[in-house]
C-alpha cells in the first residue's frame, strides 16, 4: 500500500490534520477531522468496552486462571513530580541523540542509518534518516558527496549492509544526513523525554513538574484507593486511557511517533506466585483483540522479547506489532507492549526509586546513604484476609500478628497471605491502533457505477464497529417524496448510530464517497419504497445489495454492527 496514498485520504476526507497547519504545522503534533474523531473514540470505546464495560467478573474466560475483576480510573497529566522521580522516569527515561554541527539538526543516535563507502582512499560512512529507500539514498549522497555522476555509481565500494549509527565507533568518518562534510556529528547524550512545566505563579525549580509520559503511574499511585474504595480483591485489572506526552527527538512516520498521544494501558495485580500464568493470558488476549477487530494475517504478529531487551524490571515483555505500510520491507512497529513488571512500581511508591541493576531489586542510595528518591512510605501491601480466614484453623493461629510472629526470622513471614502484588502491563497506544486500523482498511477495488459499468474505487474496509459513520441514508432521486421519506428513516436511525444523509450527485458516486470513509451499509429509498416500504441496503464489502422492510432498518443495522 503507498503511504502517500492515505496520508492525503486522510487530509482529504477529515481523518486527520497537522496540528496548528495554517500556522505551517507542529512537528510530531497531529490533529483529528469530523471523521477521524469518530474513528479514534470507536477504537477507544472498542477497548474500554471489551475490557472493561462488558468484563464478566464472575466467570474466568477462556485461558485465565481464575475469573477476575476489572475496574477504571481517570487520573491527571500532571502528578507529584517524585511520582516520577520514584518510577525512574526522571533518571531513565532517555533516548540518546546526536547533533549535527554543521546544520544544525537532531537526531536520535539509534534511528540514524548508513553504509560504509570506499572511493580510492576514502572510507566514510554515508548516513540517512530513510527508513524506506536508505540505499537509494545513501548511493545518492556517496554521489554527491565524492562529486560523482550517477553513471559513475559502479565505482563506489560499498563495504556491507545498512547498519544504525550506534555501531560506527569513530563518528569522525560519518557524512550526516543533511551534512555536505564528514564528522559533523556531536557524540551521543542523553536526551529526557518528559516534558516540563511550571505549577503555580512563582515558576523556580521547586515548581517544576512534568506531563505524564504514561497513563500507568496514575494507576499505581492509587493503588490503595482502589482497593478501599472499590472492594476489589487480588488478582484485578484497572483501565486507564488517555494522553500522555514524550519530548520525542525525532518524531515521525505520519501518528506512529508524536510528542503527544493517547494510551490504553491496564494494570493488572495478582498474586507473585500466578504472575506468569496471567502474563501469558494477557498476552494472547491482547493479541486476540486485534485480530478479532480486522488485524489479521501476515501484518500482525507477537513477539516475545529476548531476554537482553527486557527493561530492568520485567521478566517478560511480549510486543504486539504491525507491519506499517512506511517501514521497510520485514519490518515491524510496535502497537502494544505487555509486560510482566513483578513488584517493582509498588515497591518503587512505597519504598522509593530502586537501583535498576540489583538483583533482587533494592533502594537505590545517594553518596551519603540516603535513598536516592523516597517512596511515599504508604503501605501498599495486599492483605489476603479470606485466605486467611479460611487456613488460620489449619494454622492453629486467631490472628494474623500471631502468624507472623510464629514464622519471625524467616525472608518474609508474611506469605503467602499479605505480599507486595506482582504487576502484568497491557500497553497500548490508541492512536497507533487507529493508524494500523486505517492502513489495514484501505483498499483499491472496482464496484460498478449506476449503469452497471465497473469503476475504480477506493474503499477503508473498517470492522464495522470502527467505522467512523455506520450507515448513511440516501434517496435515489430527489422527487416523488422519495428525499422526505429517506429524511424521516435517516432521523430514526440518528438516535441510535452515526448515520449521514447524503442527496448530492449520481447515486454511484454517492456510495463511492462512502466507501472512500469505510461506511459499511448504505440504505436507498427508491420509487418502490413508496409502494411497499421496503429500501435496499448495500454491503460495502460484497456490494450486495438486500431489500427489507423500511421499519426494520434499525433492528437490521443492530445486528450486523454487532
Ligand atoms: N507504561 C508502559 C509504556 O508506556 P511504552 O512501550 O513506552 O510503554 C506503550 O508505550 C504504547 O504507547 C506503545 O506500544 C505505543 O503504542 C504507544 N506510544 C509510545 N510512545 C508513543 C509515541 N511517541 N507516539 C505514539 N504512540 C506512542
Known amino acids: 500500500m ?47 468496552r471489551d475490557m472493561v464495560l462488558t ?8 485461558g485465565a486462571p481464575e475469573e477476575f475483576q476489572m475496574v477504571g480510573l481517570d487520573c491527571t497529566i500532571i502528578m507529584h513530580p517524585q511520582v516520577w522521580k520514584c518510577s525512574g522516569h526522571y533518571d531513565l527515561f532517555h533516548d540518546y541523540m546526536v547533533d549535527c554541527r554543521e546544520t544544525r539538526r537532531r537526531y536520535r543516535y539509534d534511528q540514524v542509518r548508513g553504509r560504509w563507502v570506499a572511493f580510492r582512499e576514502k572510507r566514510v560512512f554515508i548516513a540517512t534518516e530513510l527508513e524506506e529507500g536508505a540505499e537509494q539514498d545513501t548511493q545518492q ?18 563495504d556491507g549492509p545498512v547498519v544504525s549509527l550506534p555501531t560506527v565507533n569513530d563518528l569522525s568518518l560519518v557524512l550526516a544526513p543533511d551534512a555536505k562534510t564528514p564528522g559533523t556529528l556531536t557524540e551521543p547524550r542523553e536526551f529526557n523525554l518528559m516534558f516540563k512545566t511550571i505549577v503555580g505563579a512563582l515558576g523556580s525549580k521547586d515548581d517544576e513538574a512534568f506531563l505524564r509520559p504514561e497513563t500507568a503511574q496514575g494507576i499505581f499511585v492509587n493503588f490503595k484507593n482502589v482497593l478501599d474504595s472499590s472492594r476489589v ?18 518524531p515521525r512516520n505520519f501518528t506512529f511517533r508524536s510528542r503527544e498521544f493517547e494510551q490504553m494501558e491496564i494494570e493488572f495485580f495478582c498474586p507473585p506466585d500466578a504472575s506468569r500464568q496471567w502474563y501469558q493470558y494477557w498476552r494472547d488476549r491482547r493479541f486476540r483483540w486485534y485480530t478479532e477487530l480486522g488485524l489479521a494475517g501476515e501484518r500482525l504478529r507477537l513477539r516475545d522479547h529476548s531476554p537482553d531487551e527486557l527493561s530492568h524490571y520485567s521478566t517478560g515483555t511480549a510486543d504486539i506489532e504491525y507491519a506499517f505500510p512506511f517501514l521497510p520491507e520485514g519490518e515491524f512497529g510496535e502497537l502494544e507492549g505487555i509486560a510482566h513488571r513483578g513488584d517493582f512500581d509498588l515497591r518503587s511508591h512505597m519504598e522509593g526509586k530502586l537501583n535498576p541493576s540489583t538483583r533482587p531489586l533494592q533502594l537505590e542510595l545517594d553518596e551519603s546513604g540516603k535513598p536516592r528518591w523516597r517512596g511515599s512510605g504508604k503501605d501498599l501491601t495486599y492483605f489476603d484476609a479470606d485466605a486467611f480466614e479460611r487456613d488460620k484453623e489449619r494454622l492453629g493461629v486467631k490472628s494474623f500478628k500471631e502468624y507472623v510472629t510464629q514464622r519471625q526470622g524467616e525472608s518474609n513471614p508474611n506469605l503467602p497471605y ?28 472496482e464496484a460498478p457505477d449506476e449503469n452497471g459499468k465497473l469503476q475504480s474505487r477506493v474503499v477503508l474496509k473498517f470492522h464495522p464497529r470502527l467505522a467512523p459513520v455506520k450507515c448513511a441514508v440516501f434517496p435515489l432521486v430527489n422527487r416523488d417524496k422519495m428525499p422526505e421519506t429517506a429524511k424521516d428513516l435517516y432521523r430514526a436511525l440518528k438516535k441510535r448510530f452515526n448515520v449521514f444523509y447524503d442527496d448530492k450527485g449520481a447515486i454511484g458516486r454517492r456510495y463511492r464517497r462512502q466507501d472512500e470513509v469505510g461506511t459499511p451499509y448504505c440504505i436507498t429509498v ?31 443495522l443492530e445486528r450486523r454492527l454487532g
Open 418 to 445: 499479605q505480599y507486595v502484588p506482582h504487576v502484568v502491563e497491557p500497553s497500548a497506544g490508541a492512536d497507533r491502533a487507529t493508524l494500523a486500523f486505517l492502513c489495514e482498511a484501505y483498499n483499491e477495488d
Open 233 to 250: 480483591k487480588l488478582p484485578f485489572g484497572v483501565a486507564q486511557m488517555g494522553k500522555s506526552f514524550r519530548n520525542e527527538i525525532t
Open 2 to 48: 503507498d503511504m502517500d496514498k492515505l496520508v492525503s485520504l486522510c487530509k482529504r476526507r477529515g481523518f486527520l490534520f497537522q496540528s496548528s497547519e495554517i500556522y505551517g504545522g507542529f512537528n510530531g503534533f497531529w490533529d483529528y477531522g469530523p471523521l477521524g474523531v469518530e474513528l479514534k473514540r470507536n477504537v477507544k470505546e472498542a477497548w474500554w
Open 55 to 62: 468484563h464478566d467478573e464472575l466467570t474466568a474466560p477462556a
Open 141 to 158: 549522497r556517496a554521489l554527491k558527496f565524492l562529486n560523482l555522476r550517477a553513471k559513475d555509481a559502479d565505482q563506489l565500494k560499498w
Open 526 to 556: 427508491d420509487g418502490q419504497t413508496l409502494q411497499d416500504q421496503t429500501v435496499t441496503i448495500r454491503d460495502r464489502d460484497s456490494l450486495e445489495q438486500h431489500r427489507m422492510k423500511i421499519d426494520d432498518c434499525a433492528a437490521e
